[in-house]
């Protein structure tokens, strides 16, 4: 078990700022589970145009800072840092608002991982409370090539 700081985080996590939406990862078994969360600054590039006069971080942003922190739990597996990952499947609940000022807090957890196929779980947090939660299934395509049949 460790912690990713902001420049750790980039050697798990391919995106980088305005896409990348983590900060830091606070604890993290490699294969298992990652912990962190997204600072929500009144400065985020999305909040001007979503929406004016009630800003708050859109649904697609909220499912892609899930998967990244579900990204880390996988690619801080021995040999698996740096590698790119691909949604296969998202299914994804939305409770409430998420706003400027507020801290994401994300859970993810891998529940099985077999020839390039991920599937896992995440639990957005704000003051407390659930905001999203997500059932995903995210490949690394360079493994999962390996296993599918010949042309």
Not at 43 to 70: D, I, K, R, S
Not at 127 to 134: I, L, T, Y
Request: with cysteine; charged share 25%.
């Amino acid at each position: 078990m460790f912690s990713l700081n902001a420049e750790e985080l980039k050697k798990y996590q391919p995106n980088r700022y305005p896409f990348l939406m983590i900060d830091y990862v606070t604890e993290v078994v490699p294969g298992k589970y990652a912990y962190g969360y997204k600072n929500l600054s009144n400065n985020e590039w999305y909040f001007p145009v979503h929406f004016p006069g009630g800003p708050n971080m859109p649904g697609a942003l909220q499912l892609e800072a899930m998967a990244q922190m579900l990204t880390v739990a996988l690619t801080t597996q021995e040999g698996l840092a740096g590698k790119v990952t691909h949604a296969l499947k998202h299914i994804v609940r939305f409770k409430k608002e998420v706003l400027p000022g507020e801290v994401l807090h994300i859970e993810a957890t891998i529940d099985s991982w077999k020839r390039g196929i991920c599937k896992g779980r995440a639990i957005g947090k704000t003051n407390g409370e659930v905001a999203c939660e997500a059932e995903m299934l995210i490949t690394i395509p360079e493994i999962l090539e390996e296993f599918l049949p010949k042309k």
